[in-house]
Each structure stands twice: as C-alpha cells, then as structure tokens.
C-alpha cells in the first residue's frame, strides 16, 4: 500500500451546498477537495432562471474562501413545461451545464418536480439538440413500489422510455444505488454517465438500522442490500469512463434528521475524498481512482481535467464529527453531522 497518493484535483459531479447560512456553511468543504461542482438546483424555490442561478452562482462564490479556487457549475431545475427558451439562453450564455430531473415529490425540495416526461419533452428536444446533459433522480414515486424497489422500476418504466423518446440526449444516471442502474448505465455507453457516492459504496441497508434507527445513515435513493453495494463498488473500480464521482453531499441539521420524520441526505463533503481513497484501496483500485475522481466527469461534460495536484496521505482519517452552522436561528446552536462509515478510514486530504 502506498503511503501517498497524488493525481489530479477531482471535481464533485454532484453537490447541494443549499443557500444562506448553511451555504456559508457548507461551501468551504467542497471547495478544499474539489475544482468544480455540479450545483444541485432543489433550493426553496428551485433554481429555474438562468437569472437566478447567475445570482446563486455568486453567492456560491462569495461563500468560498477567497484562497480556494472553485468554479460553481449550475443546474437548471426541470419542471412540468420547463421553457426551452430559458434552457437554451442559459447554455448559450455560459451558465446552465446541464438540467436536473426530479421526479415530483422523490426527494428533498422535489414539490416542484416533474410530473409526467410528457411534461418536459419540448425541454428535452432543445437540450437534445444543444448537447446539454439530463442528470436524473432515478425513483418513481408511486407509493405503491416498495421504496427499495424505487430505482429499478424507475429504470423500466420512465428511463427506458426517455432514452427511445430522445435518442441524442446525454444522461447522467445520479447517485446509483443498485446493480440494476449499473448494468443500465452500462448498456448505454456514449450516452450515458453514473454517479455514485462515498456512503453507497460504504454501507448497505443494514447500517440504517444497526442498534436502532439511525438518521445519519438515511439518504435518498436509500441503500439497498449488499449485492447492490458490491455491484456499485466493482463500477467505480473498474476504470470503466461512464462512472464518476459525485458525492451528492446534502447537509440538514441534526435537528431536523434526528426527529419523528428526519429528512434524507447524507453530509459526506469534509470526508468524501478519503472515504473514496479508502474504497478504492480495499478494492486493490488505487490506481484508479484518479479516472473516476478526475478524470471520466470532465470527459462526459465536454470539460478539461484539472492541471492542479493533489495529494492523499495513508493516515487515520482526521474529519471533524460536526460543523457549526452559526447565524441559522437566533439563540440556537445548530450542528451538522459528518458522514463517517462504521469501518476504519485510512486516508487524509
Ligand atoms: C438530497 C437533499 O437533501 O437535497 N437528499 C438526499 O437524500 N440525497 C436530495 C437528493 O439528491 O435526492
Ligand atoms: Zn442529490
């Protein structure tokens, strides 16, 4: 095993950095590892116009410290009769990289979502045509499919479909969680990309409930058995270019996921890099963490790889449990937990 390992600085294809206090929070933990990120759009209420996403863009900036170089990359929040006028200005004008589909009501800040493809195809054919990538929230939410079974039937039912409906269109596959959304991403090479987070690669379903219920551990698509983990974990170890990173970091509050109804989202930004070293290194696939980290996303998106270095050392992972998030209520002290796997991490950033 290697006592260091340098490679290019990676970029996070996935990321909520939410806004206002949590976002001067937050922002500053992605920025240390990462050179770019893919700015999820679920803010209340979403990102929609390329004006507000020009100013949440500056916000993002301004919360960075002015010693961090990190480019912001936004995302247009897809709604039912999203505007391809509005989707085209904002590609033409440098600020949309790609659109985000939530299904309505899948996830968190997801009430505007979209409620049937028929509702977005227009939107679709522009971005079709402008080469502007869909990045999917892969779950139906018919209430009638078991919540494990949420991103297989999505696959079947809404993925499939889409792809025939719209054969030129690039999609990125987000935060796959099962063997079933590996092996679809797989069957569409060229087109499609996956991404795949820290925590799915280092827990399954079991931790959620490990001695009691456990908030920390619930995110959404929620961890499947561990088949899907293995499944998640030969993907981003294999070299294979359609899988990257994207740690899909989505901090809350303790307060609101340690409650009768806690809200989905893992907070892995202080410790993503050396939770993916260590994954990478209990597959014997150091050496190929950089394709996934920092290379395979820059080449679905069109992007140049970062020139800049950055340098891994094998030490015992040295995170913070908590970060404050001051200024969020007047009087109350408000923590956010960081993510940490129930297994030893042996890597420092
Ligand atoms: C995300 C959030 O909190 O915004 N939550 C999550 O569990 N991943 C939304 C999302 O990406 O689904
Ligand atoms: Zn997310």
């Known amino acids: 095993m290697p006592s260091t390992l340098t490679l290019r600085r990676p970029d996070d294809w996935h990321v909520h950095l939410r806004d206002g206090a949590m976002l001067k929070a937050c922002a500053v933990h992605t920025a240390r590892q990462f050179a770019r990120a893919i700015i999820m759009p679920n803010l209340v209420p979403p990102v929609t116009k390329v004006a507000e996403a020009v100013a ?15 480019e912001p990359l936004m995302t247009c929040y897809l709604t039912d009769g999203a505007d391809p006028a509005e989707l085209l200005r904002g590609k033409n004008e ?12 899948a996830t968190t800040n997801s009430a505007h979502g979209v409620t049937s493809m028929d509702r977005v195809a227009k939107g679709l054919e522009a971005m079709e045509k402008a080469g502007m990538p869909l990045l999917v929230h892969g779950e139906v939410t018919d209430p009638e ?5 949420r991103e297989a039937v999505f696959l079947d039912k809404t993925l499939a479909p889409l792809l025939k409906r719209h054969p030129g269109l690039k999609i990125v596959l987000e935060h796959i969680t ?3 959304g590996v092996a679809f991403v797989e069957a569409n090479p060229g087109r499609m990309g996956g991404t795949i987070t820290p925590h799915h690669l280092s827990y399954n379903r079991n931790a959620i409930f490990k001695g009691g219920i456990r908030p920390h551990f619930y995110c959404l698509p929620i961890a499947k058995r561990e088949e899907h983990r293995l499944a998640l974990r030969r993907a981003a170890t294999s070299g294979g270019a359609q899988f990257f990173l994207g740690t899909d970091t989505a901090p809350h509050t303790a307060d609101t996921k340690e409650c009768a109804c806690g809200c989905a989202g893992v907070f892995n930004a202080p ?3 050396q939770v993916y070293a260590q994954v990478f290194a209990e597959e014997n696939a150091l050496d190929r963490l950089e394709a996934f980290a920092s290379l395979n996303g820059p080449r679905f998106y069109g992007l140049p790889a970062n020139e800049e270095r950055v ?7 040295d995170a913070p449990e908590s970060v404050d998030v001051p200024g969020l209520a007047a009087g109350l002290a ?3 937990t960081v993510f940490r796997p129930d297994t030893p991490v042996g890597w420092s950033f």
């Open 334 to 336: 408000k923590t956010i």
């Open 94 to 105: 440098g600020v949309w990289v790609a659109a985000k589909l939530y299904p309505a009501h």
């Open 145 to 149: 499919v078991d919540i494990f079974d």
């Open 178 to 180: 099962t063997r079933e």
């Open 271 to 273: 410790v993503a890099m």
């Open 311 to 317: 340098m891994l050392r094998a030490a015992a992972l």
């Open 56 to 70: 949440y863009r500056d916000r993002i900036r301004a919360a960075v410290p002015a010693d961090l170089k990190f």
